[in-house]
């Protein structure tokens, strides 16, 4: 009763675009998501522009082996889901991390991992945003397929410059040696499913991979929101 009083007279938001729905992100939001679809990488994940299957590897990922297993990505980085990510990262606005990671949570598959592990801010950032974006998609992720959620274990060790106004080899270098896994017991021989809002090169969840996999872990993949796709 007191619900539906509520629903009355403050009906649910679509939480991109403000137009009453009934949940979530309204129908015309989520038609300007683009979603990825094969084929891609079966390694790094990015999609190709030729639509005839099957998966492969990508010309990048021939000459240099990924340190992940593989990384897969919801949607391509723009339109309404870059839109959401800027409103959630910059704009704090919260309420649409629940919607964006049930996103993520309906896309994953393939759930037999051991542990969900965010990709952690330095705590400088993280006291002014107020909050990880990616612990907050994690979250909702490892509700819906019962994970375990791991945030505290792995650490970022210095504040780096934002990674979107570097180019590919300053990013690698940026993120150098920034990661550490501060409990060591808790990723040894573990599956690792590491959770983040953005793939751009790669270059921080590869840093992430290389210190989970020192501390022990068995495997680690990738699974971010979206990705920075040229097609
Ligand atoms: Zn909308
Ligand atoms: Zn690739």
Redesign the pocket.
Known sequence: MLKNLLAFFFPPL?P??E?VVNEG??C??LKGIRLIRGPLCTTCGVPFVSTVPPDHFCGECIKKKKPFSYARSVGIYDGTLLDAIHMLKYKGKTSLARPLGMLMADYLHENDYDILAPVPLHKTRLKERGFNQSLLLGRVIARKHNLHLDYLSLVRLRATRPQVNLKGNERTRNVRGVFEVRKASSFIDKKVLLIDDVYTTGATVSECTSALRKAGARRVGVFTLARVVDL
Request: glycine residues 0%; hydrophobic residues 25%.
């Open positions: 679509c991109v675009c137009k992100i309204c015309t939001c």
